[in-house]
C-alpha cells in the first residue's frame, strides 16, 4: 500500500494538540508534517518530521478576541497577521503535498485546507458542539477522528455523522513500574493535577484537606493564589516535567477533565475522582459526566461543590482502579490499525480491508 503523506495542524493551546501529533510522529506509519505555532518543542515533537513554525495570529500583548462572522466561524480576524499566517500555511502544503491534512483542531483551518484542494480529517471533541461553526466542519470533512473510543461518543454525533467518524481512542502506554503508596505518619495521600493550561483555587484545595486531616494532599500543576501558610498535609509540587512519578504513589488521584489529564491518570492504574474545569463548549464537564455514565468514574461538579472529603476519598479509594483504562485504551496495534484506515478513508475513500 502506498506511505501516505499528512500534514498534522495542532493548535497551539495548551500541549495536547501536540502530544497528540507526537503519538502520529511515533507511528512512523506515515511521512509526516506538523504545523504549529512558534518554534518546535523538542521535548514534545520528536523522531523524524517535517515541523513548520507559523507565526502567531495576534500581535504581543494584543488579545485572542473572537471575531466569528455569523457564528459560522470561531475566529475570523482581519489583517496582516492572519493573512501571512494562512499564506505560511498554503506554502507548507504546497511544498509537502499531503495526502490528507488532519485537524487538531480549528475550524478556520479545516475550511481553509478544503478548499485549497486537499483531504480532510477533522478532530471531533467532547463537548456541546452544536454550533455553526463545529456543524460546518463536520459536514465539509472527508472524515472525522477522536481520541476515545465510540462508546464514549455522543449518540447523536453517532446519528448524523457517525459514517465518516473514526474513533482512534488512546494507544495503551508500556506497562511502567508502579510505586507502592508511601504515605506519611501512615496517612493516605491523594495527589491533584491541574491543567498545564489553567490553574485551580488552591483556597478551596485547603478546604478539602482540612476536611480531610487522614489523608496527605499533593498538587502537581498551577494553582490560582498561594496563602502564607499551608496546612500540614498539604504539598505543592508546582509545574513539573513528569508528574507520573508523584501521580502514581497516590491511592487516589484528583484530575481535571482534559483529554490528555484523564489519560495521564488513567496510565496510573488508581482510583480517579474527576473535577471539570470550566472549557469552551462545556468540554471537560462533558467529557467527565460521558466517562461517569458509561464506565462509573466518579466525578465532582467543581472544586466548589460541598463535598464531605474525608468520606468521598474513603469511597473512591475503594473504586476500580482499571476504570478510567479500560473506557480509554487499546492496543498500540489497534490504534495504529485505526490510524491507518482512518487515512486511506480520508484519502481515498477506500477502507484498507477492502484493498485487501
Given at each position: 500500500m502506498t506511505r501516505r503523506r499528512v500534514s498534522y495542524y495542532a493548535h497551539h493551546f495548551g500541549t495536547g494538540h501536540l502530544r497528540h501529533a507526537q503519538k502520529v510522529a511515533a507511528s512512523e506509519l506515515f511521512d509526516l508534517q506538523v504545523t504549529s505555532t512558534g518554534p518546535r518543542n523538542g521535548s514534545l515533537l520528536t523522531g523524524a518530521l517535517e515541523y513548520v513554525a507559523l507565526d502567531p495570529d495576534v500581535g504581543s500583548g494584543e488579545p485572542e478576541a473572537d471575531s466569528g462572522i455569523d457564528a459560522y466561524l470561531h475566529y475570523a480576524p482581519t489583517g496582516e497577521l492572519i493573512q501571512q499566517r494562512f499564506a505560511q500555511l498554503n506554502h507548507a502544503w504546497r511544498q509537502f503535498k499531503p495526502d490528507v491534512v488532519m485537524v487538531d483542531v480549528s475550524v478556520e483551518v479545516a475550511l481553509f485546507a478544503r478548499l485549497s484542494g486537499y483531504r480532510v480529517a477533522f478532530r471531533r471533541m467532547?463537548?456541546?458542539?452544536?454550533?455553526?461553526?463545529?456543524?460546518?466542519?463536520?459536514?465539509?470533512?472527508d472524515a472525522l477522528f477522536a481520541y476515545y473510543p465510540a462508546e464514549l461518543e455522543d449518540p447523536k454525533h453517532l446519528d448524523s455523522f457517525g459514517y465518516k467518524s473514526h474513533y482512534l481512542a488512546v494507544a495503551e502506554p508500556q506497562a511502567n513500574t508502579i510505586a507502592s503508596p508511601l504515605g506519611q505518619g501512615g496517612k493516605r495521600k491523594v495527589v491533584v493535577q491541574t491543567s498545564l493550561a489553567s490553574a485551580i483555587s488552591l483556597e478551596l484545595v485547603v478546604r478539602a484537606a482540612n476536611d480531610s486531616p487522614d489523608w496527605n494532599?499533593?498538587?502537581?500543576?498551577?494553582?490560582?493564589?498561594?496563602?502564607?501558610?499551608?496546612?500540614?498535609?498539604?504539598?505543592?509540587?508546582g509545574v513539573v516535567a513528569d508528574p507520573l512519578p508523584i501521580l502514581r504513589s497516590a491511592d487516589v488521584i484528583i484530575s481535571s477533565a482534559g483529554h490528555n489529564a484523564v489519560v495521564a491518570a488513567a496510565s496510573c492504574h488508581r482510583p480517579v475522582l474527576l473535577v471539570p474545569e470550566e472549557r469552551p463548549f462545556a468540554e471537560q464537564r462533558a467529557f467527565a459526566q460521558t466517562l461517569q455514565r458509561n464506565a462509573g468514574v466518579e466525578m465532582l461538579e467543581s472544586w466548589r461543590a460541598t463535598a464531605q472529603w474525608q468520606h468521598l476519598l474513603a469511597r473512591?479509594?475503594?473504586?476500580?482502579?482499571?476504570a478510567l483504562g479500560k473506557a480509554l485504551f487499546v492496543a498500540p496495534a489497534d490504534f495504529e490499525r485505526k490510524l491507518l484506515d482512518l487515512v486511506q478513508v480520508c484519502a481515498t475513500g477506500i477502507t484498507e480491508e477492502a484493498m485487501i
Open positions: 467532547p463537548g456541546h458542539r452544536n454550533d455553526k461553526a463545529h456543524q460546518l466542519a463536520y459536514e465539509l470533512a494532599w499533593e498538587i502537581v500543576g498551577s494553582v490560582e493564589s498561594s496563602p502564607t501558610a499551608l496546612p500540614s498535609n498539604v504539598l505543592l509540587h473512591i479509594s475503594q473504586g476500580d482502579p482499571e
